[in-house]
């Protein structure tokens, strides 16, 4: 019924950029917020950027000051822009939304996608 999908990850040089995207679709009542998580291999997954339906953000401090977490309401999606990229900024990215669909409230997320920091 309700659908997370991100896009955008790949290779990036050290001290370059990528923008990751994430939209939700489906039976979609509204969205409260948005928000993008990390893992890498043999770690537990980490809170990397959070949005709410205010548009208020809190961040990680190890991005604060280089990734930016935006959202468009009308188009159910949630953006990433990671500047100033470090080889620990590995990791696969995922996308969560809480969502009510059909009146129930619940934790929405994608399948991920990989971004990669090497020179």
């Known amino acids: 019924q309700v659908q997370v999908v991100e896009s955008g990850g790949g290779l990036a040089q050290p001290g370059g950029s990528l923008r990751l995207s994430c939209v939700a679709s489906?039976?979609?009542?509204?969205?409260?917020?948005m928000g993008w998580y990390r893992q890498v291999p043999g770690k537990e997954r980490e809170l990397v950027a959070t949005?709410?339906?205010?548009?208020?953000?809190n961040y990680v401090d190890s991005v604060k000051g280089r990734f930016t977490i935006s959202r468009d309401n009308a188009k159910n999606t949630v953006y990433l822009q990671m500047n100033s990229l470090k080889p620990e900024d590995t990791a696969v990215y995922y996308c969560?939304?809480?969502?009510?669909?059909?009146?129930?409230?619940?934790?929405?997320w994608g399948q991920g996608t990989q971004v990669t920091v090497s020179s």
């Open positions: 969560c939304a809480r969502i009510n669909s059909m009146w129930r409230v619940n934790d929405y």
């Open positions: 489906g039976r979609i009542i509204s969205i409260d917020f």
């Open positions: 949005i709410n339906n205010n548009g208020r953000t």
